[in-house]
C-alpha cells in the first residue's frame, strides 16, 4: 500500500509540474501594432487573443518545431514550372491544382515561399497550400529557390535568403496570366524573409550593397499584391547566425552541404568551391561565405547578411503584412525581430505567442490544426473580401 501511495503521489507530481509547465507557455499572445491595418481582422479579439500549445510535444521548442516539419505531410505533387530567371538561370513554381477544383481567372492567388533548402513538399507549405486551394478556393502557387526541392541549378549562381530576381520574374509572369487576381504573398521560414524584403525593398530607406535588376530599373511592386502573411521569419541574419548553438549550426551545415551535393556541377565552377569542401563540417556560414557572397556581388559574408535581411527593409513595406512568431523559437530567434519597425509602420503587425518552436504552433489536442494558420487564413479572407470567403 506504501508502495501504491508513494507511486501515486509521485504520479500526481509530475503532473502537476507538466500542467504547471504547460500554463507557463500559454496564454496571452504578445502583440505589435494592435491598431495597424493588418489586424483589422481580429475585431475585439485583439486585446484577449491566446495560444495554448500542443498537451503532447508542445513543452520543449524543438519537438515542436519536429512536429511543424513532420506532421500534415501528404502524398501530393504539384504541378511544376520552370521559369527563367535573372542571367538565365532556372527557377520553378509549383502550382498547386486538383481536377475536382476549378477556379475561375480572378480567384486570389496565394504565393508562397518555401523555408531554407525546401521546397513546396515542405509540410507546413503543403498543408497550407492544400487548404488554400480545397477550402477557400484560392490559387496557390509555390516559388521554388534555384536547386532546391528538384530544381536543376544551371548556373553558378544558386540562391540566398534575400534574393529576389527571380521572385519578382515569377510575379510578372503570373500576372500577366491572370491580370485581375488579386495575389497575397505567404512565407514560411526564410521564405517570410525573402517576401519581406521583396515587399519592403521598393520603398525602404536601406540602400543595398547589390541591389536587385528590378530596382535598378526602377521598376514598382506590382499593384495587384494587396497583402502578404508571414511565419517564422528570421528577419536579421546578422543576429540569427550569431545566436545558433554549435548543434545547430552544424544540423543547417550539413542541409546545406545535401544541397551542394545535388548541385556540384555547377556549384565546382565557383572559386570558393574548394575552400568550402576544404572544411570539415561545413556550416551555414561557410557555405554563405564561399559560395554566395561572391557570386551575388558581396565582398564579404557580413555584408550579404546585412543586405539580404529583411529586418533592414520593414519600413519601406506599403501593403498590410502580418508576423506570427514564436517567443521560444530556436531558429528565427526572436532578438532579430524589428519589433520598433513594426510598431512604426501601420502596414505592419507582430502576433507572438509564448509558445510553439519553429513553424510548430499546433492546438492542445489537434495534430493538424494551428494558430499561425488559422491567423493567416482570417487575415487573408478579410483582404480578399468576397473572393476569399470560404467555399464548403
Same mark, same amino acid.
Given at each position: 500500500?506504501?508502495?501504491?501511495?508513494?507511486?501515486?503521489?509521485?504520479?500526481?507530481?509530475?503532473?502537476?509540474?507538466?500542467?504547471?509547465?504547460?500554463?507557463?507557455?500559454?496564454?496571452?499572445?504578445?502583440?505589435?501594432?494592435?491598431?495597424?491595418?493588418?489586424?483589422?481582422?481580429?475585431?475585439?479579439?485583439?486585446?484577449?487573443?491566446?495560444?495554448?500549445?500542443?498537451?503532447?510535444?508542445?513543452?520543449?521548442?524543438?519537438?515542436?518545431?519536429?512536429?511543424?516539419?513532420?506532421?500534415?505531410?501528404?502524398?501530393?505533387?504539384?504541378?511544376?514550372?520552370?521559369?527563367?530567371?535573372?542571367?538565365?538561370?532556372?527557377?520553378?513554381?509549383?502550382?498547386?491544382?486538383?481536377?475536382?477544383?476549378?477556379?475561375?481567372?480572378?480567384?486570389?492567388?496565394?504565393?508562397?515561399?518555401?523555408?531554407?533548402?525546401?521546397?513546396?513538399? +515542405? =509540410?507546413?507549405?503543403?498543408?497550407? #497550400?492544400?487548404?488554400? *486551394?480545397?477550402? $477557400? !478556393?484560392?490559387?496557390?502557387?509555390?516559388?521554388?529557390?534555384?536547386?532546391?526541392?528538384?530544381?536543376?541549378?544551371?548556373?553558378?549562381?544558386?540562391?540566398?535568403?534575400?534574393?529576389?530576381?527571380?521572385?519578382?520574374?515569377?510575379?510578372?509572369?503570373?500576372?500577366?496570366?491572370?491580370?485581375?487576381?488579386?495575389?497575397?504573398?505567404?512565407?514560411?521560414?526564410?521564405?517570410?524573409?525573402?517576401?519581406?524584403?521583396?515587399?519592403?525593398?521598393?520603398?525602404?530607406?536601406?540602400?543595398?550593397?547589390?541591389?536587385?535588376?528590378?530596382?535598378?530599373?526602377?521598376?514598382?511592386?506590382?499593384?495587384?499584391?494587396?497583402?502578404?502573411?508571414?511565419?517564422?521569419?528570421?528577419?536579421?541574419?546578422?543576429?540569427?547566425?550569431?545566436?545558433?548553438? +554549435? =548543434?545547430?549550426?552544424?544540423?543547417? #551545415?550539413?542541409?546545406? *552541404?545535401?544541397? $551542394? !551535393?545535388?548541385?556540384?556541377?555547377?556549384?565546382?565552377?565557383?572559386?570558393?568551391?574548394?575552400?568550402?569542401?576544404?572544411?570539415?563540417?561545413?556550416?551555414?556560414?561557410?557555405?554563405?561565405?564561399?559560395?554566395?557572397?561572391?557570386?551575388?556581388?558581396?565582398?564579404?559574408?557580413?555584408?550579404?547578411?546585412?543586405?539580404?535581411?529583411?529586418?533592414?527593409?520593414?519600413?519601406?513595406?506599403?501593403?498590410?503584412?502580418?508576423?506570427?512568431?514564436?517567443?521560444?523559437?530556436?531558429?528565427?530567434?526572436?532578438?532579430?525581430?524589428?519589433?520598433?519597425?513594426?510598431?512604426?509602420?501601420?502596414?505592419?503587425?507582430?502576433?507572438?505567442?509564448?509558445?510553439?518552436?519553429?513553424?510548430?504552433?499546433?492546438?492542445?489536442?489537434?495534430?493538424?490544426?494551428?494558430?499561425?494558420?488559422?491567423?493567416?487564413?482570417?487575415?487573408?479572407?478579410?483582404? $480578399?473580401?468576397?473572393?476569399?470567403?470560404?467555399?464548403?
Amino acid at each position: 500500500m506504501n508502495l501504491i501511495r508513494i507511486l501515486r503521489d509521485v504520479a500526481i507530481a509530475l503532473i502537476t509540474l507538466y500542467l504547471l509547465r504547460w500554463f507557463s507557455l500559454s496564454g496571452r499572445v504578445r502583440i505589435i501594432g494592435k491598431t495597424h491595418k493588418p489586424l483589422s481582422f481580429l475585431g475585439k479579439r485583439v486585446n484577449s487573443l491566446r495560444y495554448f500549445p500542443n498537451i503532447v510535444f508542445g513543452l520543449n521548442p524543438e519537438t515542436n518545431t519536429l512536429a511543424g516539419f513532420r506532421l500534415n505531410k501528404r502524398k501530393y505533387k504539384p504541378r511544376r514550372e520552370i521559369l527563367i530567371g535573372t542571367e538565365g538561370g532556372e527557377f520553378a513554381i509549383d502550382w498547386f491544382e486538383s481536377d475536382s477544383v476549378t477556379l475561375p481567372d480572378t480567384a486570389p492567388i496565394v504565393f508562397m515561399c518555401h523555408g531554407i533548402n525546401g521546397g513546396s513538399g +515542405e =509540410a507546413f507549405v503543403q498543408h497550407f #497550400g492544400l487548404t488554400c *486551394l480545397h477550402k $477557400f !478556393k484560392y490559387r496557390p502557387v509555390c516559388y521554388i529557390y534555384r536547386g532546391c526541392s528538384g530544381a536543376k541549378l544551371t548556373t553558378p549562381r544558386s540562391y540566398n535568403g534575400g534574393a529576389t530576381e527571380d521572385i519578382h520574374i515569377a510575379i510578372q509572369e503570373i500576372t500577366k496570366r491572370f491580370p485581375k487576381a488579386k495575389i497575397a504573398l505567404c512565407g514560411f521560414s526564410m521564405g517570410g524573409n525573402t517576401l519581406t524584403k521583396y515587399l519592403g525593398e521598393f520603398k525602404a530607406t536601406h540602400v543595398q550593397i547589390a541591389p536587385p535588376k528590378h530596382l535598378t530599373a526602377g521598376e514598382k511592386l506590382h499593384p495587384n499584391i494587396i497583402c502578404a502573411a508571414m511565419s517564422g521569419c528570421p528577419f536579421d541574419y546578422v543576429v540569427t547566425s550569431q545566436t545558433y548553438t +554549435e =548543434a545547430q549550426k552544424k544540423s543547417i #551545415g550539413a542541409n546545406y *552541404l545535401l544541397y $551542394f !551535393k545535388k548541385n556540384e556541377e555547377q556549384l565546382k565552377k565557383q572559386k570558393g568551391c574548394a575552400a568550402f569542401l576544404a572544411i570539415d563540417t561545413p556550416t551555414a556560414d561557410d557555405f554563405n561565405e564561399h559560395l554566395v557572397a561572391d557570386v551575388f556581388g558581396y565582398p564579404s559574408l557580413r555584408d550579404l547578411y546585412v543586405d539580404t535581411s529583411s529586418a533592414f527593409y520593414v519600413n519601406g513595406i506599403d501593403r498590410p503584412t502580418l508576423y506570427i512568431s514564436s517567443a521560444n523559437d530556436p531558429v528565427s530567434t526572436t532578438v532579430a525581430i524589428p519589433m520598433r519597425d513594426i510598431s512604426q509602420n501601420e502596414n505592419t503587425a507582430l502576433l507572438l505567442t509564448k509558445s510553439g518552436g519553429h513553424m510548430g504552433q499546433f492546438y492542445p489536442f489537434s495534430f493538424k490544426r494551428k494558430f499561425d494558420e488559422d491567423m493567416m487564413f482570417n487575415f487573408l479572407a478579410s483582404q $480578399f473580401g468576397g473572393n476569399g470567403k470560404k467555399k464548403d
